[in-house]
């Protein structure tokens, strides 16, 4: 995603948060002109969110894998979400508790200022 965004002219940064950082390794190979950080910590990612707000149009997130903090700090932060879903029952069943937590973000970014609640997910 930050490889396209970069080749269509937006100025993009990438935020590894998974340990692995398997994006960071990716993204230094395939476009090393994009800034990237490995932040895997929800402190660390909240701290430095306004300086990427301030020197990029769009900051593509790698989060890890499972619901934990630094994923919710991602959530909270993010204008979108795309969630990657295997085709099978146990995917799916996995991608319905990442929905609940989607949509627990939602309401909690309705009674923060300056944050929308519907930018995460379209309701319905």
């Given at each position: 995603m930050a490889a396209w965004l970069y080749e269509k002219g937006?100025?993009?940064a990438l935020v590894d948060?998974?340990?692995q950082s398997s994006s960071t390794e990716w993204l230094s190979e395939a476009q090393p002109e994009i800034?990237?950080?490995q932040w895997q910590e929800a402190a660390e990612i909240f701290?430095?969110?306004d300086a990427l707000r301030e020197n990029y149009e769009v900051v593509v997130f790698d989060g890890p894998a499972g619901l934990n903090a630094a994923t919710k700090a991602i959530m909270v932060l993010a204008t979108g979400i795309l969630i990657p879903c295997g085709p099978s029952i146990?995917?799916?069943r996995?991608?319905?508790e990442v929905l609940i937590v989607?949509?627990?973000v939602q309401i909690t970014r309705?009674?923060?200022p300056g944050l929308h609640g519907n930018a995460l997910l379209p309701s319905s």
């Open positions: 937006v100025k993009v948060a998974d340990s800034d990237s950080f701290e430095g969110s146990l995917d799916l996995a991608l319905e989607v949509r627990e309705l009674d923060v």
